[in-house]
């Protein structure tokens, strides 16, 4: 008779707990094809459990074709490929992405503080979508996104931005990796882009995913070197002008105007804008784009909403030139929109409102206050005379540049062995980082409250002494 434990307190159904026992031991052979299975009435009875119980266990075992009906002879076990049996790994255990940080502090850049949140505007405005949407919202859209969303878009890229643009020239798309994988099939995977160093890690990851040949171009003090952008066999630039990362650096008006000269000098040249945060200029008002110089439709614009309101929203945008459009149409006409229209119809509510500048103005303000803690905190510590910074104009990090004797790798090493998480400048670099400025470190303050940001730097100054 077969005998297994039934959990009768388990939220797991009984005949579920007999048919997956029943199974295992099918598969692994314990149960032989052709074997009989005892009869119900008295496996109900050895079990202590219903008949209907043992009734149903059988029944969904016959459907997935482990045993077979006779008729007025019962079930039999099927003829199965047996499993061996899993020995678990001796001395290699299974990792897990979710272990908890070593880390007290975390100087990470690509987080933002989610107390921020405006959680009480987007649960109200959402009750506002769910009322009058509807049912409507359970309808597939189109694939650039609901022409609300893209209409509001429109409005803020030349309210805030400069830039002009129609809703039909905007495409609404999960986050920046769809969204640059997208433009790269548009453009095609055959040419070359040339893309910053240092830049995104995850940029370069994109490209090569895509088996798009790239160019690492190095920065000056204008932006991305000019000639060595003519130099190189490339036809595309993603570029980072108003505030490049990591380093922060403006692109200066004169050499704006040589990237779109170069951009026009052949009919498939274009120029990809990234503003990653454009809402976070302290010191002055936002940089212009560079797409508001854009007279011949040369740049296509890239943002999204992941530093404004959250990354875990997965919402971004482009806007296309115009002659781009009939390509992404053929091509990508038939796509599903891939953010669903409950939140886009709420985001396209957040900005209508005005509640997204409103959050923009607070956070920033945030921000500030958060960056100006740090400073202080630096030059009240032990390593006053012994750093200097950048990038604080703008953004969500600065450079922290020391000159303690010790190099990155030390600053790195030490700065973990005291709870506290820094970043490498040179691990921003593709290629070689002969060029990177030595001994520097990111510091991405955004993730840390003001209230704890004295402490990280206490901790700083206790490892680099």
């Known amino acids: 008779m077969l005998t297994y434990h039934i959990d009768h307190s388990s939220k797991s159904p009984l005949y579920e707990q007999l048919y997956r026992a029943i199974r295992r031991d099918i598969m692994t052979g314990i149960l032989s094809g052709g074997e009989r299975l005892p009869a119900k009435r008295p496996l ?62 975390d100087f990470k850049t690509n987080v933002v503080d989610t107390d921020c949140f405006p959680f009480s505007t987007w649960a109200k405005l959402s009750r506002a979508v769910l009322t009058d949407y509807d049912r409507n919202l359970l309808l597939e859209t189109a694939p650039q996104g609901v ?3 893209r209409e509001q878009i429109r ?45 995104y890690p995850k940029l ?21 070197c000019f000639d060595a952008l003519c130099a190189s066999n490339a036809s595309v630039a993603y570029l980072t002008p108003s505030h490049h990362f990591p380093l922060g650096i403006v692109t200066s008006a004169a050499r ?40 011949n439709d040369r740049v296509i614009y890239h943002n999204t909403f992941a530093k404004s309101l959250a990354p875990s929203l997965r919402i971004g945008y482009v806007a296309l030139p115009r002659n ?16 669903p229209v409950f939140e886009q119809y709420t985001l396209a509510r957040f900005l209508e409102t ?32 012994h750093y200097h910074v950048s990038g604080t104009e703008a953004g969500l990090h600065l450079l922290l540049h020391m000159e303690n ?45 003001s209230a704890q940001l004295t402490n990280a730097v206490a901790a700083l100054a206790h490892a680099w002494g």
Request: overall charge negative.
């Open 155 to 199: 409005r803020y890229l030349y309210a805030f931005r400069g830039i002009s643009v129609e809703p039909e020239q905007i495409i609404v798309g999960a986050g920046s990796e769809y969204l640059v994988t997208l433009l790269i099939q548009l453009l095609g995977r055959k040419r070359t882009y040339a893309i910053e160093t240092p830049g």
């Open 324 to 339: 781009l459009l009939p390509a992404y149409q053929a091509r990508f006409g038939g796509y599903a929109s891939t953010v």
């Open 405 to 449: 004797g010790m190099n990155e790798q030390e600053l790195i090493a030490s700065a973990a062995a005291n709870g506290v998480r820094v970043y490498g400048l040179s691990s921003y670099y593709v290629g070689s980082s002969s060029a990177c400025p030595p001994a520097t470190v990111i510091l991405g303050y955004a993730g840390i409250p």
């Open 147 to 149: 022409f609300a969303l």
């Open 204 to 224: 370069i990851q994109i490209f090569q995913a895509n088996d798009a040949a790239t160019a690492p171009i190095a920065l000056d003090d204008d932006g991305l």
């Open 354 to 385: 005005g509640s997204f500048e409103r959050h923009v103005n607070r956070i920033r303000n945030l921000y500030k206050a958060r960056l100006d803690t740090l400073l202080n905190a630096l030059a009240q510590s032990s390593l006053t005379g």
């Open 256 to 295: 704006r105007m040589a990237l779109l000269r170069w951009a026009n000098e052949a009919d498939d040249r274009y120029l990809i804008e990234d503003d990653y945060d454009s809402e976070f200029r302290f010191v002055s008002r936002p940089i212009p784009a560079l797409k508001e110089l854009d007279h």
């Open 44 to 105: 109900a009875a050895h079990l202590h459990v219903s008949q209907i119980t043992v009734e149903t266990a059988y029944g969904q075992l016959a459907a997935e074709g482990y045993v077979r009906a006779v008729p007025r002879s019962g079930y039999f076990v099927q003829q199965v490929d047996t499993l061996p049996h899993p020995i678990p790994p001796a001395h290699h255990p299974i990792p897990t992405t979710s272990q908890p940080s070593e880390f007290v502090f």
